[in-house]
């Protein structure tokens, strides 16, 4: 599986933007780039994904490097309740559509 | 509520005995994961089903461990003989895959915690 290489920890505070990086040198062209969260207690959710294009949803914006080695999630307005464990997955759909999660970034916001 | 539920929310058990997780998919996905996760890591892929069709075991799946999806709706992991190395947080997800469309996002269910002394 393709894997993905995430800074284990960033600090924002309250009401700013934060980029979360994640490098993916070895991504395939199959793969989709996928950013999952978890909130403390409670499993898993879907962010957002891409393939190649910039794409934006109501959660967030996520910014993909023209070679696709790299990806960038983006929070616009950080809020508390944006703590969480961000994990970024490269998934292939050719393998059963599972995630493989890697330690993903720890993310703290101050009030 | 229409989400993934996964029952019961908290185990705790003695080393050795049996225990056995439950996990209610959303109703239309006709696919369903199964991910262990221990203190401080990200969730480790266990196996998944496509309706009642085991298609992927990983190597973490021991022999103790067992998973079925009976009727392609809930699925059960069974782990016997529990040591307290298997003491994690169980997390289930679903999707619905569509013959020649991209799998759909997982949805996760809020896990069961199990605790073995």
């Known amino acids: 599986d393709a894997k993905t290489t995430q800074p284990n920890s960033m600090e924002s505070n309250e009401e700013e933007p934060v980029h979360l990086p994640c490098n993916h040198s070895t991504i395939s062209g199959t793969d989709y780039i996928h950013w999952y969260r978890q909130l403390p207690s409670q499993g898993p959710e879907y962010v957002i994904h891409g393939l190649t294009s910039n794409v934006n949803n109501r959660m967030a914006s996520l910014a993909i490097a023209e070679d696709r080695k790299s990806s960038t999630l983006i929070l616009h307005r950080a809020t508390l309740r944006d703590a969480a464990v961000y994990y970024c997955?490269?998934?292939?759909?050719?393998?059963?559509?599972?995630?493989?999660f890697g330690q993903g970034t720890e993310l703290s916001v101050k009030p | 509520d229409t989400g993934v539920s996964q029952d019961p929310r908290h185990k705790i058990t003695k080393r050795g005995q049996n225990v056995t997780f439950r996990c209610d998919p959303i109703?239309?996905?006709?696919?369903l994961y199964w991910y262990r996760q221990t203190l401080g890591q990200g969730p480790e892929f266990l196996t998944y089903?496509?309706?009642?069709?085991?298609?992927?075991k990983s190597r973490l799946l021991s022999d103790r461990f067992s998973a079925e999806r009976p009727k392609g709706s809930f699925s059960t992991l069974e782990i016997q003989r529990t040591e307290q190395g298997d003491s994690a947080m169980y997390l289930c997800a679903s999707s619905l895959a569509e013959s020649g469309r991209r799998t759909g996002e997982l949805f996760f269910g809020e896990g069961s915690r199990l605790t073995v002394l």
């Open positions: 089903f496509q309706n009642e069709a085991q298609l992927e």
């Open positions: 997955i490269l998934r292939d759909v050719a393998q059963g559509g599972k995630l493989i």
């Open positions: 109703s239309e996905h006709n696919r």
